[in-house]
């Protein structure tokens, strides 16, 4: 977290030495809207699970995945991406199951008419979720139950808690990108 603001310190620097004084408005106001929360892991977990998931804003959380899978886009860390990618069907499928017990099944169907295409081409697991808001309590179903219960959402939100403070604690990402330093 200390090379993050170092290097946004750094940036602040460059753009006052240089005169960028609307460069910097912009510079400051974009890490207001920071989609990756300065990479604090608590705000993350509030954005997801908080935040996108019970306000059913899917192509947000979907947007959020996405930008840490482009973070982690360098051959190297292949692992990286696939543990992300699991946390992320994981994370798709608690929302799917939060939107059902809220009574919404229309976010579901809303969900795969967006994306139903990219779930199926990513695995044939997904296929019997489609039928998910379809079924009168899917809850009860084999298939679904373990979805639906508390233990398997603590166990979710431990994991990708985990996940993230590994990745950053570490400063992973940055360190994954030494090259900025280089170049700064």
């Known amino acids: 977290m200390e090379n993050i603001q170092y290097a946004e310190e750094l940036v ?31 705000k993350i977990l509030d954005l997801i699970f908080s935040v996108y998931v019970p306000k059913f804003q899917a192509e947000k959380l979907i947007g959020l995945l996405s930008f840490f899978k482009k973070c982690f886009s360098s051959a190297s860390e292949t692992v990286l991406i696939a543990t992300l990618s699991k946390l992320e069907v994981s994370i798709l499928r608690y929302y799917i199951a939060h939107a059902i017990q809220s009574g919404r099944r229309d976010k579901v169907v809303d969900l795969f008419e967006m994306n139903g295409n990219e779930f ?31 233990e398997w959402y603590e166990a979710l939100r431990l994991s990708v808690r985990n996940f993230f403070s590994e990745i950053f604690n570490g400063t992973h990402i940055l360190q994954s990108n030494s090259y900025i330093y280089n170049i700064i």
């Open 12 to 42: 602040r620097e460059f753009l006052v030495f240089r005169g960028f004084t609307n460069t910097l408005k912009t510079f400051e106001s974009e890490l207001g809207t920071d989609i990756g929360k300065g990479f604090q892991v608590d």
């Open 120 to 150: 199926l081409q990513r695995g044939k697991d997904w296929t019997a979720w489609f039928a998910i808001p379809y079924i009168k309590n899917p809850n009860l179903d084999p298939e679904f139950r373990i979805y639906f219960s508390k």
